[in-house]
């Protein structure tokens, strides 16, 4: 089993920044696929990004694109998520998630595909 806690969530003002970090512990990481998903009120939640494990590969959602930056320690067992340039729209509840057996540079952006994940980081951004 693979337990995943998410911190580092807040409150910010727009334009700020804010680095959330996914502990793993009960496996090591390092052949795990990792992600970020997130859920805003009264919304689905739904994909921002996600890391390979080799760390080659990092697919991100349009909304995020060029302002959020994935990475992992897995020396440290640690994934991380730096939100850059933060907007009202990103306040939302966010989750990592961990998939283990896919290839090293599979990068997947669907629900289903993780079968770990974490119980959430309030992000709140105010305008």
């Known amino acids: 089993q693979v337990q995943l806690v998410e911190s580092g969530g807040g409150l910010v003002q727009a334009g700020g920044s804010l680095r959330l970090s996914c502990a793993a512990s009960?496996?090591?990481?390092?052949?795990?696929?990792m992600a970020w998903f997130r859920r805003a009120p009264g919304k689905e939640r739904e994909f921002v990004a996600t890391?390979?494990?080799?760390?080659?590969?990092?697919y991100y959602a349009d909304s995020v694109k060029g302002r959020f930056t994935a990475s992992r320690d897995n020396a440290k067992n640690t994934m991380y998520l730096q939100m850059n340039s933060l907007k009202p729209e990103d306040t939302a509840v966010y989750y990592c998630?961990?998939?283990?057996?896919?290839?090293?540079?599979?990068?997947?952006?669907?629900?289903?595909?993780?079968?770990?994940w974490g119980q959430g980081t309030q992000v709140t951004v105010s305008s």
């Open positions: 890391i390979s494990w080799s760390a080659g590969n990092t």
């Open positions: 998630a961990a998939e283990g057996g896919l290839s090293s540079d599979y990068v997947p952006r669907y629900e289903y595909e993780y079968h770990y």
């Open positions: 009960g496996r090591t990481l390092n052949r795990y696929t």
